[in-house]
Nanobody
């Protein structure tokens, strides 16, 4: 079992930045960030393995950066140039699997942290 606790959400104006954090209760191979806005499906944003291999959704490439501090079992999402359409609940997820993409099933999920971007 893995517990995930996100933090760092908030409200920001368009063009601003936020950094999300997610602390895991133990080391786990694959972690990712997802988001979901009311009335919309869940979107996988980025994933990262314990070795540092990353994937990104086209919608956030060049603006968001996923990173991980393996010593602290902490996942980060640096979000720059935020847009109103980035408004959503952001979730951290994890799975012990070599295949680490946003389309796979993740076993463990955090409670989410809200990000609101105003125009």
């Amino acid at each position: 079992q893995v517990e995930l606790v996100e933090s760092g959400g908030g409200s920001v104006e368009a063009g601003g930045s936020l950094r999300l954090s997610c602390v895991a209760s133990r080391s786990i191979y694959c972690m990712g960030w997802f988001r979901q806005d009311a009335g919309k499906g869940r979107e996988g944003i980025a994933t990262i393995t314990v070795k540092g291999s990353t994937t990104y959704a086209e919608s956030v490439k060049g603006r968001f950066t996923i990173s991980k501090d393996n010593a602290k079992n902490t996942l980060y999402l640096q979000m720059n140039s935020l847009k109103p359409e980035d408004t959503a609940m952001y979730y951290c997820a994890a799975v012990d699997a070599i295949s680490c993409t946003a389309t796979r099933n993740f076993d463990y999920w955090g409670q989410g942290t809200q990000v609101t971007v105003s125009s």
